[in-house]
T-cell receptor, first 112, second 113 residues
Framework: DAKTTQPNSMESNEEEPVHLPCNHS???????IHWYRQLPSQGPEYVIH???SNVNNRMASLAIAEDRKSSTLILHRATLRDAAVYYC?????????????FGDGTTLTVKP | EAQVTQNPRYLITVTGKKLTVTCSQN?????MSWYRQDPGLGLRQIYY???????DKGDVPEGYKVSRKEKRNFPLILESPSPNQTSLYFC????????????FGPGTRLTVT
């Protein structure tokens, strides 16, 4: 299975941008890169996903490296409500289509 | 409102007493999946279903059964629960098993004594 690697934790100040990295060196050509976050005492929540091109939505931006072996989730202005565990996973059309492997994620702390 | 619902939300049971956790989605999604979450171990996939009557094992399927007889429902069955199945369980659904976002339910906290 294609695996992802993320830093265990990161800190940010409120109102500042946050760049959360994810490495996925074994990604296959049909794997989509998905980001989810989990707030305390809640289920995971979808943030954004992409295949090759950078993506923007109301929550965040996703920057994908040209070789697709890494990606970065960008929160443009962190708020206290963005404090959560952020997961980067791969979902694709390969033989393991349907499997979703969540790693440990990155715990984001936002300081006021 | 588009949602994934799980029942019950909380359950305390005893070892060996069969139980079923239900999961239902109202988005006509083909794909559904079950995860468990334990402290320090993150989210681990138990079983998933790509469509009706199509199910497959995730990373930790031992001790669990699932069925997908209709599109909207994907129950998780513990035939003989054991204390090591005490966990927080999440159901999720998505339009497909590949390039679409997953929607997660609110979770079921199960305690097996």
């Amino acid at each position: 299975d294609a695996k992802t690697t993320q830093p265990n934790s990161m800190e940010s100040n409120e109102e500042e941008p946050v760049h959360l990295p994810c490495n996925h060196s074994t990604i296959s050509g049909t794997d989509y890169i998905h980001w989810y976050r989990q707030l305390p005492s809640q289920g995971p929540e979808y943030v954004i996903h992409g295949l090759t091109s950078n993506v923007n939505n109301r929550m965040a931006s996703l920057a994908i490296a040209e070789d697709r072996k890494s990606s970065t989730l960008i929160l443009h202005r962190a708020t206290l409500r963005d404090a959560a565990v952020y997961y980067c996973i791969l979902r694709g059309y390969n033989t393991n289509a349907g499997k979703s492997t969540f790693g440990d994620g990155t715990t984001l702390t936002v300081k006021p | 409102e588009a949602q994934v619902t799980q029942n019950p939300r909380y359950l305390i049971t005893v070892t060996g007493k069969k139980l079923t956790v239900t999961c239902s989605q109202n988005m006509n999604h083909e794909y559904m999946s079950w995860y468990r979450q334990d402290p320090g171990l993150g989210l681990r996939q138990i079983y998933y279903s790509m469509n009706v009557e199509v199910t497959d094992k995730g990373d930790v399927p031992e001790g669990y059964k699932v069925s997908r007889k209709e599109k909207r429902n994907f129950p998780l069955i513990l035939e003989s629960p054991s204390p090591n199945q005490t966990s927080l369980y999440f159901c999720a659904s998505s339009r497909s098993g590949q390039g679409h976002e997953q929607y997660f339910g609110p979770g079921t906290r199960l305690t097996v004594t």
